[in-house]
């Protein structure tokens, strides 16, 4: 009987953490909505603001914007754009592939409706790309940010931040 108690127990809790890997996490910082979670090698992410502009994710900067792997994107005439850039400094960042690195999003979406923009991309944890950032188990610096025009150049309106942890 406690062994059917115990196996019973194991495969409740082993359903709960399944379930749980599935939902979305969800974080804010100054307007700036981002979602994401884990699906299996991958991260898949949603970032949403009042703006018809761009929006960014930075993640793990080592000061300011450097070192950080952004996903840069927005919405013009329906259409999705999105970059695989790379903090080269600390207020600038480019491309991946300007730089010798790969544009690794695996794929992206996104929507513009009612003054909001948002954009959903997924990326692998670990590209192998040295211009991406790996993303496992711990604590992750995620830098969010949005500008008013549709293009990856114009400067931000606003920028906040969060802590992403990976148990």
Do not use: C
């Not at 974080?27 to 979602?35: A, C, K, N, V």
């Not at 930075?58 to 754009?81: C, E, L, T, W």
């Not at 010798?100 to 590209?127: A, H, Y």
């Amino acid at each position: 009987m406690l062994k059917k108690m115990i196996y019973l127990i194991l495969i409740m809790t082993f359903t709960v953490s399944l379930y749980s890997s599935d939902q979305f996490q969800t974080l804010e910082s100054r307007g700036i909505s981002f979602s994401w979670r884990i699906v299996g090698e991958n991260l898949e992410v949603i970032v949403k603001a009042k703006t018809t502009g761009w929006l960014s994710v930075g993640f793990n900067p080592s000061k300011r914007m450097k070192d950080a792997d952004y996903i840069i994107g927005y919405i013009k005439k329906g259409q999705v754009f999105i970059s695989d850039d790379f903090g080269i400094g600390l207020t600038m960042h480019t491309a991946d592939e300007k730089v010798g690195g790969k544009n690794n999003i695996i794929s992206s979406s996104g929507t513009e409706k009612d003054g909001f923009t948002e954009i959903q991309f997924m990326i692998p944890l670990n590209s192998g790309d040295k211009y991406d950032q790996v993303i496992g188990k711990g604590t992750h610096k995620v830098i969010l940010a949005y500008g008013l025009k549709d293009d990856y150049t114009s400067k931000h309106v606003m920028i906040g931040s969060v802590e992403m942890i990976i148990p």
